[in-house]
């Protein structure tokens, strides 16, 4: 691609003599650097000028900063004025600004976002609309899935996948989008014909400090005009808040309050949910194998959202109805009377949203197994051990990607928002910790197993080891989840 091209729409300025007019790619990795790629780099700290000459002793013809820097003669170098929101045009210059003939509609918030963004793809994808999917892990193309490391993707990365998407006929991608994504300008130019707003609870302090942070970084991606029409949930405060600042056009949801979009009543069950909702000045019946009332939130904004990309109401109700749900989200499995639920819940808030829900299904013990990642947020560790002790019957400690911190502090943090010690074990294997839970339950009790979802590794010191929740469960149980 030609330099011009490339930095179409940045402010930049040259530090040396052009000396190059194409560059093969870009990138932010100097350790991947071939002869004729550019570098962007991101931290201009001492590190990163040991980049900046790792980069160029590799053959780079191109270095993109943000601060003054000097390179060896015959390598072009460039300031800009900032380095993340560059790089996120650059990614996107790079695939012929891809995203530009996209129907885009971005999730934003703290729990809903996969399932959401799975019912959307899935209505769409039913509804013969040709639907990407971008989402926690992984992404989807038609029915073909493809592994991701994180929510969302890096710049080049993403936009690489928007191209791809585009060349096979995709029309509308629906993506998750990350309260760092976000932070990071990983999005930075990208047109959300549609944007919504789950909600806001507790997650990732360790990196944003405090949550009127966390909220403002949400709340910006609706309020810089990323999204052209939001759709808010206003059940909840952080949603209130921001249906009140926005300019642009919005549409409300809720189950409990007044919105644009309510629900009149709903029956929920171990086998779904059946809600009657006021739905564009119609009143309409939805029927879903998804359970709890949590996931009527999600169904609700998903709906609305289909509606917007032209789906009528009649067939969104038809295929609503053949979605199961999303693998590790209240995947419910019922063995010898006994329910079994795998859910991806890390926060206070998203295992408060399950245990609600099973307790009213539940007509015997509610026992939760569940555990903290580390290197993350440890605010929240003891308030999902006050959370999981005040709603379930007995709650077993374990491990959940320790990652570089020792398992049993990270176990010990929780229980210390237990009171009744009575009521909790801490078994470190998480393997024991779920055969424990299958040793105490009697018939029609309930085992939650929280935190991992359809995770299919465990990470601790840098490394990580196959492993998967549902696999363990069969396993423990000589049978086969279907």
């Given at each position: 691609m030609t330099i011009k091209e490339l930095l179409d729409g940045i402010e930049f300025g040259w530090l040396t003599d052009l000396k190059v007019v194409e560059i093969k790619t870009i990138t932010h990795k100097a350790e991947e650097i071939t002869a004729g790629d550019g570098y962007i780099?991101?931290?201009?700290?001492?590190?990163?000028?040991?980049?900046?000459?790792?980069?160029?002793?590799?053959?780079?013809?191109?270095?993109?900063?943000?601060?003054?820097?000097?390179?060896?003669?015959?390598?072009?170098?460039?300031?800009?004025?900032?380095?993340?929101?560059?790089?996120?045009?650059?990614?996107?210059?790079?695939?012929?600004?891809?995203?530009?003939?996209?129907?885009?509609?971005?999730?934003?918030?703290?729990?809903?976002k996969s399932t959401t963004a799975y019912l959307i793809y899935n209505l769409l994808t039913k509804n013969n609309v040709m639907c990407g999917l971008i989402g926690t892990g992984?992404?989807?193309?038609?029915?073909?899935?493809?592994?991701?490391?994180?929510?969302?993707?890096?710049?080049?990365?993403?936009?690489?996948?928007?191209?791809?998407?585009?060349?096979?006929?995709?029309?509308?991608?629906?993506?998750?989008?990350?309260?760092?994504?976000?932070?990071?300008?990983?999005?930075?130019?990208?047109?959300?014909?549609?944007?919504?707003?789950?909600?806001?609870?507790?997650?990732?302090?360790?990196?944003?400090?405090?949550?009127?942070?966390?909220?403002?970084?949400?709340?910006?991606?609706?309020?810089?005009?990323?999204?052209?029409?939001?759709?808010?949930?206003?059940?909840?405060?952080?949603?209130?808040?921001?249906?009140?600042?926005?300019?642009?056009?919005?549409?409300?949801?809720?189950?409990?309050?007044?919105?644009?979009?309510?629900?009149?009543?709903?029956?929920?069950?171990?086998?779904?949910?059946?809600?009657n909702v006021n739905l564009f000045r119609?009143?309409?019946?939805?029927?879903?194998?998804?359970?709890?009332?949590?996931?009527?939130?999600?169904?609700?904004?998903?709906?609305?959202?289909?509606?917007?990309?032209?789906?009528?109401?009649?067939?969104?109700?038809?295929?609503?109805?053949?979605?199961?749900?999303?693998?590790?989200?209240?995947?419910?499995?019922?063995?010898?009377?006994?329910?079994?639920?795998?859910?991806?819940?890390?926060?206070?808030?998203?295992l408060q949203n399950i245990l609600v829900e099973f307790k009213k299904l539940t007509y015997g013990k509610l026992i939760i197994v569940f555990g903290a990642g580390g290197d993350r947020d440890k605010d929240k560790r003891s308030k999902m051990g006050e959370v999981a002790a005040k709603l379930a019957d007995f709650v077993i400690v374990t491990t959940d990607n320790p990652r570089s911190e020792n398992p049993v502090s990270i176990m010990q943090d929780i229980a210390n928002g237990i009171c009744d010690k009575k009521k909790m074990l801490m078994i470190e294997d998480r393997r024991e910790a779920i055969k424990k839970s299958i040793e105490l339950v009697d018939a029609f009790d309930t085992i939650i197993i929280a935190g991992k979802g359809c995770e299919e590794y465990f990470e601790k010191n840098g490394k990580k080891y196959p492993y998967n929740d549902k696999k363990t469960l069969e396993e423990l149980l000589d049978t086969e989840w279907k």
């Amino acid at each position: 691609m030609t330099i011009k091209e490339l930095l179409d729409g940045i402010e930049f300025g040259w530090l040396t003599d052009l000396k190059v007019v194409e560059i093969k790619t870009i990138t932010h990795k100097a350790e991947e650097i071939t002869a004729g790629d550019g570098y962007i780099c991101l931290h201009t700290d001492e590190k990163g000028m040991q980049n900046i000459a790792l980069a160029t002793s590799r053959g780079a013809s191109l270095i993109i900063v943000d601060k003054f820097v000097r390179v060896p003669d015959g390598v072009a170098a460039i300031k800009v004025k900032n380095i993340r929101e560059s790089y996120a045009l650059l990614a996107k210059n790079f695939y012929s600004k891809c995203s530009d003939k996209l129907k885009m509609i971005g999730v934003v918030g703290t729990n809903g976002k996969s399932t959401t963004a799975y019912l959307i793809y899935n209505l769409l994808t039913k509804n013969n609309v040709m639907c990407g999917l971008i989402g926690t892990g992984f992404y989807m193309i038609g029915k073909k899935r493809f592994n991701l490391d994180m929510t969302t993707p890096d710049p080049m990365d993403l936009h690489f996948i928007l191209s791809i998407m585009s060349n096979c006929g995709v029309t509308t991608v629906v993506m998750e989008v990350s309260s760092h994504a976000i932070y990071l300008k990983k999005v930075w130019g990208i047109k959300y014909n549609i944007g919504i707003f789950t909600n806001l609870s507790q997650d990732h302090l360790d990196f944003f400090g405090d949550m009127q942070t966390l909220e403002k970084v949400k709340h910006s991606f609706f309020l810089d005009g990323f999204a052209q029409i939001s759709i808010i949930n206003v059940d909840d405060k952080s949603g209130e808040r921001l249906a009140q600042k926005l300019s642009l056009p919005n549409i409300t949801y809720a189950v409990d309050n007044k919105a644009d979009i309510s629900v009149n009543t709903y029956e929920l069950s171990s086998e779904g949910s059946r809600f009657n909702v006021n739905l564009f000045r119609e009143t309409t019946i939805f029927e879903s194998e998804l359970v709890g009332k949590y996931n009527i939130y999600n169904i609700l904004s998903a709906i609305v959202a289909c509606k917007l990309v032209g789906v009528r109401i009649k067939f969104l109700i038809a295929t609503l109805k053949e979605i199961k749900p999303l693998a590790g989200r209240a995947n419910l499995f019922k063995h010898n009377d006994v329910n079994f639920v795998i859910d991806y819940a890390h926060t206070p808030d998203g295992l408060q949203n399950i245990l609600v829900e099973f307790k009213k299904l539940t007509y015997g013990k509610l026992i939760i197994v569940f555990g903290a990642g580390g290197d993350r947020d440890k605010d929240k560790r003891s308030k999902m051990g006050e959370v999981a002790a005040k709603l379930a019957d007995f709650v077993i400690v374990t491990t959940d990607n320790p990652r570089s911190e020792n398992p049993v502090s990270i176990m010990q943090d929780i229980a210390n928002g237990i009171c009744d010690k009575k009521k909790m074990l801490m078994i470190e294997d998480r393997r024991e910790a779920i055969k424990k839970s299958i040793e105490l339950v009697d018939a029609f009790d309930t085992i939650i197993i929280a935190g991992k979802g359809c995770e299919e590794y465990f990470e601790k010191n840098g490394k990580k080891y196959p492993y998967n929740d549902k696999k363990t469960l069969e396993e423990l149980l000589d049978t086969e989840w279907k």
